[in-house]
């Protein structure tokens, strides 16, 4: 053996001693967060040929340092529903790597939130936001409060509870929160309105997600749906494969899915299921899409009202029975860990060709494995669902501006971002010994432009 390569089995004997080792200290300070610490693990894996490669990293401790938030907030939100009854729900943000910019992530209100829920959420933003290109840093936040059943009233009054105490942590050139399961325009305008009334100023670049009439952009909305499809279009395309007669099956029906849906569909692809929590649909026809955007954006119905308008359709209860269905692509837009090793096993035995993840880690480390080990193209959440956050960065440019841009503009933007994203992530796993790998690539060049800004301004 050379010289040379005794020195790099080295250096990479002791990068994999250091990750494992921080990795334990992870555990054995977050007990209990399996969430967190499952994200966590995720990245440092793929951080082994980085570290070999580049030890100033282990000496500046740097892993130690950004997987430890910056600060993590916690706190009690009162609010009195329609019968005259006080509530008490629980509200976290965690501002988790600010070396690049302001915290920037979203805010979830749904009844599994927790700390270990948040913090895997903000750690994956820290990377994600790297990778956009954009001067944002990485945050997210909020509440078990399950809005599903509550009056616009009882919403109103959470929302602004909440902000009275999560509006002493943000700010434009602070932590930009914006939407995310269970917060869409509505929760982000009263929000909005109570911070404004609070600050008794109109400081438009602190929240993003808001209706085009008071600092809104236009595509946000539809930018994490149609970025994941941009970023799986660009992986396609490497493979010669593209979504024009590529059937598809996309869980959820929410923001991510309708849009992801949405642009499979211009895209030539015929989507047959879609899902929401108490079930799935399935149409060999293809979704009607106007369909499913009217009961869920307009009236807020279960996706089983669906059949009774297509009655070809079929309607079946669970949630995860979704991925038994063969397809040439699975978008995954609903939420943590919906596919599993299980799962992730008929999708490849069906004929799975491409995985692109719409949502925030919606694959457990064992079914990636399957994907990656079958030779199953694999968008990961961190790099194809950074299309929402972009936008959200050009929320921020264009109230800084004072200017709106239009919808094409916007879209234009996105779609250059996305590839953008694809192309640094390959590039990166290829410089690191993993062609084609997108986990290890993404991961990878997310990782280092904070870590060398963190470095870069001293031990912080």
Partial sequence: MKTSERLSDSYT??????????????????????????????????????LAKKPHYIKQAILERIVEPERMISFRVPWIDDQGNVNVNRGFRVQFNSAIGPYKGGLRFHPSVNASIIKFLGFEQIFKNSLTGQPIGGGKGGSDFDPKGKSDVEIMRFTQS??????????????????DIGVGAKEIGYMFGQY???????????????????????????????GTVYFVE??????DLSFEGSTVVVSGSGNVSIYAIEKAQQLGAKVVACSDSGGYIYDENGIDLSTVKRLKEVEGKRISEYVKE?????????????????????LPCATQNEINENAAQVLVSNGVKAIGEGANMPSTLDAIDVFLSNGVLFAPAKAANAGGVSVSALEM??????????????????????????????????????????VVGANIAGFVKVADAMIMQGVI
């Avoid at 990750?19 to 951080?47: H, M, T, W, Y």
């Avoid at 660009?234 to 493979?239: I, N």
């Avoid at 239009?406 to 590039?427: A, C, G, P, Q, W």
Wanted: glycine share 10%.
């Fill in 162 to 179: 909440f902000m009275t105490e999560l509006s002493k942590y943000i700010g434009p050139d602070i932590d930009v929160p914006a939407g």
């Fill in 310 to 330: 297509h009655p070809q359709a079929l309607y079946v209860q669970g949630f995860s029975g979704i991925w038994s269905i063969p397809c040439d692509i699975a």
């Fill in 13 to 50: 004997d002791l990068a994999r001693q250091y990750v494992d080792k921080v990795f334990e200290i992870v555990q054995s300070r977050n007990p209990g967060e399996v969430e967190f610490q499952q994200a966590v693990k995720e990245v440092f894996d793929s951080l082994v040929p980085v």
């Fill in 234 to 239: 660009e992986m396609l395309k490497d493979k």
């Fill in 196 to 226: 404004k009334r609070m600050r008794g100023g109109f400081e438009s670049g602190v929240l993003t997600g808001k209706g085009i009439n008071y600092g809104g952009s236009l595509a946000r909305k539809e930018a994490t749906g149609y």
């Fill in 397 to 438: 440019a264009q109230n800084s501006a004072r200017l709106s841009w239009t919808f094409e503009e916007v879209d234009s933007k996105l779609h250059e971002i996305m590839k953008n994203i694809y192309r640094e992530s390959m590039n990166a796993a290829e410089e690191y010994g993993a062609p084609g790998n997108l």
